[in-house]
């Protein structure tokens, strides 16, 4: 199996799993010392989010980088500077987003306003990536595919498909057979992780009642 080093880093990682409403969160600390998160949904089984942890910044705090969810944008409250930054999307920038289902992989990519035509979705074997261009240039995105890199897969053109409606251009890619071996074979080692469950929002849930 291709994907058997990721089958290993999963296995051999320190791993905690808590619930929180319907969603599993399970952080990892892997052997070279790299930190991730994910979250699944109780629901689908389908994960919903993935991060990594990055480096400390200058005051000593370490970011999450996403590979898998929606990335918020963040700007400066100007009204309150004091506040810091605030969670605000742009109007006007092209914002990429991804999720996955049980058969996809899929990006959104807000406030892109022209029309299907003008996009150019290639699957680009050497920069083992899919590249997004339009025909007036106005856009080019290289997106990388991490889940294919774990699987040692190229990406292909056959498995792309795009729609386009309400300024988001909408990127489907089939995933390959092997991918869905690999997330079950990774759901079954999660499987047998210890899972908390968060006893605060449990309490809130029946004091609502």
């Known amino acids: 199996m291709s994907y058997t080093n990721w089958l290993k880093d999963i296995r051999d990682a320190e791993k905690n799993s808590m619930i929180s409403?319907?969603?599993?969160?399970?952080?990892?600390?892997?052997?070279?010392?790299?930190?991730?998160?994910?979250?699944?949904?109780?629901?689908?089984?389908?994960?919903?989010?993935?991060?990594?942890?990055?480096?400390?910044?200058?005051?000593?705090?370490?970011?999450?980088?996403?590979?898998?969810?929606?990335?918020?944008?963040?700007?400066?409250?100007?009204?309150?500077?004091?506040?810091?930054?605030?969670?605000?999307?742009?109007?006007?920038?092209?914002?990429?987003?991804?999720?996955?289902?049980?058969?996809?992989?899929?990006w959104r990519i807000r406030n892109l306003p022209h029309p299907i035509e003008t996009y150019q979705v290639t699957a680009d074997e050497t920069k083992r990536a899919i590249i997004v261009r339009t025909t007036n240039k106005k856009y080019y995105k290289t997106i990388?595919?991490?889940?294919?890199?774990?699987?040692?897969?190229?990406?292909?053109?056959?498995?792309?498909?795009?729609?386009?409606?309400?300024?988001?251009?909408?990127?489907?890619?089939?995933?390959p057979q092997l991918l869905c071996e690999m997330e079950a074979q990774v759901l079954l080692i999660l499987k047998d992780v210890e899972t908390e469950t968060d006893m605060e929002e449990m309490l809130q849930g029946l004091l609502a009642k």
Request: with cysteine.
């Open 144 to 175: 990388e595919v991490p889940e294919l890199e774990r699987c040692s897969l190229l990406p292909e053109q056959d498995n792309i498909s795009i729609h386009h409606q309400y300024n988001t251009l909408i990127i489907t890619y089939k995933k």
């Open 21 to 106: 409403g319907r969603v599993r969160k399970v952080f990892y600390k892997f052997v070279d010392g790299r930190q991730m998160a994910e979250e699944y949904s109780l629901d689908t089984g389908v994960i919903q989010k993935r991060a990594w942890k990055k480096s400390k910044n200058l005051m000593g705090e370490a970011d999450w980088e996403l590979e898998l969810g929606e990335v918020p944008n963040l700007k400066l409250n100007t009204e309150n500077p004091d506040e810091g930054f605030i969670v605000r999307q742009s109007e006007t920038e092209p914002i990429l987003s991804k999720r996955v289902t049980k058969h996809n992989i899929e």
